[in-house]
């Protein structure tokens, strides 16, 4: 086909300037060495055109044209990672940045609104005024709440108090794959976006399962996103940026270092705060983690420092603990609790708040996900595996097989060397019987040794997965669909064949791009 044709017919739907098929703006797409385990890294396959709609109705009118044309379409909305882009040849790239609007700000029933471009840092700075916040997942502030509410997976640093995306999401705008709009929940009665269900049957697990769709069911225009009460101020003191924050830690806030040892403290600690019901945020940055983050030269040259090194894994078995409170006899009552459950857990406390420089620095960077980016710095890419949400002794025994096999590829020089510990998570919902630990690996896609041993790690650790009943983690979608399947489908009710149905249903064309959702 033409480019002029092509051309003409999506400008048709979004105006002439919002399409390219410029090859130097193609490949700006097609760069995604983010959960990139092909041949190819850190390339992807290019997009055949990227058009920019900024309303529904143009969505519709490039989801109508892709299907005239012969093409699929993909969508993303901040776009970080290869499953945001196209997974083979013949793909329109739907990016959706100029939807970036706050439509509604609900105070009374505790909700927002939102387009897909909307980042969690926008849609918080507007919600603390008004004594809310938000789920930020662990991928940052940088990225889309309706993204990780309708289309991947969403866990994050505060979950204990404001549970996790997957859950948050309520009413939603989809515009399916034949280019007609569905309005789930509340919304589809014109009643408002407060209800993610009914009337009558949900569909809100086929809408997005666990881990979501990733646009090969349509392309979701609109998300109500659950908020939950915010004790600080409405604008807090934060000077800086990323590793540079300078911050204060309100008084009605407290950040703690947990430090247990063994596993099994660890995990007990953790159900007994959900039994307590204290706490704003529980969450495990590992030492590696944090030496990534803030001192990634050192991290580098500590397995030369044996006794160094062995000095700061006894801090293996550790999480960072945030209290929240509405009046000084609440933050007191819940130091107390904390100072007891730890004491009975054989832990150590240490205060965090009062650490200067440096204290201030994480309560914020935990509290807006500000961090993040900055685990790049090691060597230019990371990765995860395991993340299984289960009860917590699950999740804390995910944690301990996957720091033993990432062992062996430290030792070999296959990844780098992050005291093989960096397991990251914590619980949610207020309970220590829902959380996660995903252990995440750090290397240099630019160095083939290192790209052979994460793709060779990532199917081990699938493997691992299965073979020890963990079930099917975020760990797993490192992995190419095809792969994923055949490891886990067998164990988990088919599910590649229910999926399979579902797209059928939904999509029987095959115009929007399923490559990571389902194997061809």
């Known amino acids: 086909m033409k480019e002029a044709e092509v051309l003409r017919r999506l400008g048709e739907a979004v105006g002439p300037e919002n399409v390219s098929m410029d090859p130097a703006i193609l490949d700006g797409y097609a760069f995604q060495s983010f959960g990139n385990l092909g041949e190819s890294v850190p390339w992807i396959h290019r997009p055949v055109a990227v058009v920019l709609p900024s309303t529904t109705e143009e969505v519709r009118e490039v989801v109508r044209a892709c299907r005239e044309l012969g093409f699929r379409f993909k969508a993303f909305s901040t776009g970080w990672g290869a499953h945001g882009g196209p997974g083979g040849e013949g793909v329109v790239q739907i990016d959706l940045r100029r939807m970036d609007r706050i439509l509604e700000i ?68 989809w515009v399916l794959p034949d280019g007609e709009v569905l309005r789930l929940g509340a919304a589809g009665s014109g009643l408002g976006w407060f209800c993610g269900d009914g009337p009558g049957p949900s569909l809100r697990g086929i809408m997005r399962g666990l881990f979501g769709a990733r646009s090969a069911l349509g392309v979701f225009t609109k998300a109500a996103v659950k908020l939950y009460p915010w004790p600080g101020e409405p604008r807090p003191d934060v000077r800086g940026t990323m590793d540079d924050l300078r911050a204060a830690v309100p008084p009605n806030f407290r950040i703690y270092l947990c430090i247990f040892p063994s596993f099994e403290a ?37 397995p030369e420092r044996e006794n160094l090194k062995a000095a700061l894994n006894a801090m293996e078995h550790m999480f960072q603990f945030m209290l929240a409170a509405s009046s000084p006899g609440e933050l007191e009552y819940q130091e107390e609790v904390l100072r007891e459950i730890v004491e009975r857990s054989g832990g150590l406390l240490v205060d965090l708040a009062s650490t200067p420089g440096f204290g201030g620095a994480v309560w914020w960077g935990m509290i807006r996900g500000a961090l993040p980016p900055l685990s790049f710095r090691m060597g230019g890419m990371m990765g995860t595996s395991f993340g299984t949400c289960g ?36 619980v949610y919902e207020g309970t220590g019987h829902y959380g996660h630990q995903e252990e995440l690996i750090l290397f240099d896609h630019r160095d ?28 797993a979608f490192m992995l190419e669909a095809a792969d994923r399947d055949r490891i886990f489908g067998p164990h988990t009710w088919d599910y590649p064949a229910w999926q399979g ?16 959702y389902c194997a061809d």
């Open 106 to 173: 609900d105070e009374k029933n505790m909700y927002a609104v939102v387009e897909p471009y909307v980042i969690c840092a926008q849609l918080q700075a507007e919600a603390l005024k008004r004594g809310l916040n938000l789920h930020i997942i662990g991928a940052g502030c940088g990225t889309s709440p309706l993204a990780s509410c309708t289309s991947m997976d969403g866990t994050g640093w505060t979950g204990l108090s404001t549970g996790y995306n997957c859950r948050n999401v309520l009413a939603v705008e």
């Open 266 to 302: 660890y995990a007990d600690f953790a159900y007994r705060v959900g039994d307590a019901e204290i706490g704003f945020m529980l969450c495990k940055n590992s030492i590696g983690l944090i030496l990534s983050i803030f001192m990634p030269r050192l991290l580098k040259r500590l």
């Open 391 to 426: 009860a917590f002794d699950n999740c804390v025994n995910q944690s301990r097989v996957g720091a033993e096999l990432k062992r062996r590829y430290i030792e070999q020089g296959k990844l780098y060397d992050d005291f093989s510990d960096n397991a990251w998570g914590g």
């Open 448 to 475: 083939p040794h290192h790209r052979n041993g994460v793709r060779e790690y990532a199917l081990e650790a699938a493997e691992a997965m299965r073979d020890r009943n963990f079930g099917v983690g975020l760990g």
């Open 501 to 516: 149905r579902v797209k059928e249903m939904l999509d029987p064309e095959g115009v929007a791009d399923g490559s990571f």
